[in-house]
């Protein structure tokens, strides 16, 4: 296993730790419109969940700018497969809460980030896997 890092996996990094960063300061300064766009109320409630939406947004958007040049490791691949594994359970959630009519088809804009992500960072770690 080379330790160099991988363009293709940097730039994914970067590109996720920027819409990270985004996510974080928009669900801290603008949760209404960003509940809004899924058809949600906003209350106290989820003002409070959308904070800490924004915290977890900013660390994982921290995590991943750190780690943008990491060459192939163990760790690196752990990041990468759990990380695909909560986009795809969060787009597995918005299915569901669409199907049973607890969010508008707005979610789907979201869904499809989540999907495409997943799928992105797991074709890294095929990649990846091909070269060690």
Known sequence: MTNAATPLFCRLA?????????LSVSWMFIPEQMLSAWGVIYSSGAGLMSRRVAAMCA?????????????LSPAR???I???SVACLLLAFL?????KVNHVSPGILVSVGIEITLSLA?????????KQS
Do not use: H, Q
Not at 59 to 71: D, K, N, P, S, V
Not at 121 to 129: H, I, K, R
């Open 14 to 22: 970067t590109i996720t730790a920027l819409l990270f960063y985004l």
């Open 59 to 71: 660390g994982i958007g921290t995590m991943f700018w750190l780690t943008r040049y990491a060459g």
């Open 77 to 79: 691949s752990a990041l």
């Open 81 to 83: 497969l759990g990380f």
């Open 94 to 98: 918005g299915i569901f809460e669409l």
């Open 121 to 129: 960072f797991l074709y890294v770690a095929w990649v990846d896997a």
